[in-house]
């Protein structure tokens, strides 16, 4: 009997096994797709949930890889310049100065604000004082009579 030699077969190429799983993953959307229609509404949005909970969790992990792949530089004197270490004292205050600016102008303009209530109510208390009819006038219910008869013609 006589034996051949069959020559060796090829790995797949890593392009044609990424084709194959996206058409495996295709066919298995349509299909999840077509028994997705008759199921209840809670069921659908507990998918929903679950689905965009993965997706928010892939995109994160994408960009943790990518974050993890930024190169880093070695300096003259051997040293790394390294990302996301510890600030310089300068760059602090300078990241901290907007905020104690914003601080600031929001405690002057509650300190205007409060002051212009205060004038607003002293003017309103010397016109009172400085009227010829009492305060106590003010209050009685016949007095605002009073003024509706007399301002209208």
Same mark, same amino acid.
């Given at each position: 009997m006589?034996?051949v030699?069959?020559p060796q077969l090829?790995p797949?190429a #890593?392009?044609?096994? !990424?084709?194959l799983e996206?058409q495996? +993953?295709m066919?298995? $959307? #349509?299909?999840?797709?077509?028994?997705?229609?008759a199921?209840?509404h809670d069921?659908?949005e507990?998918?929903r949930f679950a /689905?965009?909970? #993965?997706?928010?969790?892939a995109? %994160?992990q /994408? *960009?943790?890889?990518a974050?993890a @792949?930024?190169?880093?530089y070695?300096?003259k +004197?051997? &040293?790394a310049?390294?990302?996301?270490? %510890?600030? &310089?004292?300068?760059w *602090?205050?300078a990241?901290a100065?907007?905020?104690?600016?914003l601080? #600031?102008g929001?405690?002057l303009i %509650? =300190? =205007?604000?409060?002051?212009?209530q205060?004038?607003? $109510?002293? !003017?309103i208390?010397?016109?009172l004082l $400085?009227?010829?009819l009492p305060p @106590?006038a003010?209050?009685?219910?016949?007095? &605002? !009579?009073?003024?509706? =008869?007399t !301002? @209208?013609p």
């Open positions: 006589k034996t030699n069959h090829a797949p #890593a392009s044609h096994i !990424e084709s996206g495996v +993953a066919l298995i $959307a #349509a299909r999840l797709n077509t028994g997705s229609e199921l209840p069921i659908t507990r998918l /689905r965009e909970r #993965a997706l928010a969790l995109l %994160q /994408r *960009r943790a890889a974050v @792949a930024v190169p880093v070695v300096g +004197a051997g &040293s310049a390294m990302l996301g270490g %510890q600030p &310089s004292m300068w *602090r205050l990241s100065l907007p905020l104690a600016m601080v #600031a929001l405690v %509650q =300190h =205007h604000h409060d002051f212009e205060i004038n607003a $109510a002293a !003017e208390d010397s016109a $400085a009227d010829a @106590a003010y209050r009685d219910p016949g007095f &605002s !009579e009073f003024l509706r =008869h !301002e @209208a």
